[in-house]
């Protein structure tokens, strides 16, 4: 579906070699996806039931959760990776660029990288 929705699809010289790199993208988006999933509802059961949001918000976080993921996908390694850092490991701007390598100006891009996918995730592109 998402090859049919471009402009131009040019045909590919290995089309088997092609296929295969598609179903094999799909599957690693399947799985990561799963395991968001199965995390989510881990830490969901560790909610006291009381205090669990209801079915439908509980749905309507995953599907955000799933954009979010989606749109992380899009970054580089390292901007994925000093985003994790420091959204869930809350790792400092300096711990985060000794361990990717990088300065710490170049983590706060990589952060607001992060961030502005986020957003876009939440509330679509801005204008």
């Keep these: 579906m998402r090859l049919l929705g ?5 045909e590919p010289r290995e089309p088997r070699a092609f296929l295969v790199a598609i ?3 799909l599957l690693f988006d399947y799985f990561r ?16 039931e009381a205090e669990q949001p209801s079915v ?3 749905q309507m976080i995953l599907e955000d959760l799933k954009n979010i993921d989606r749109l992380l996908g899009k970054l580089s390694s390292k901007a994925r ?9 809350g790792l400092s701007h300096a711990e985060i ?5 990088v300065s710490v100006p170049r983590v706060r891009q ?3 990288q992060g961030v502005r996918q986020c957003y876009i995730a939440l509330y679509g592109e801005p204008t």
């Design 6 to 10: 471009r402009e131009e699809l040019k």
């Design 81 to 89: 990776a000093a985003f994790i850092y420091n959204r869930l490991d």
């Design 33 to 48: 996806r799963a395991a968001l999933e199965q995390a989510y509802l881990t830490e969901l059961m560790l909610i006291p």
């Design 110 to 112: 990589y952060l607001a």
């Design 97 to 101: 660029a000794e361990r990717l390598g």
């Design 56 to 58: 439908e918000e509980q």
């Design 23 to 25: 179903a094999k993208g």
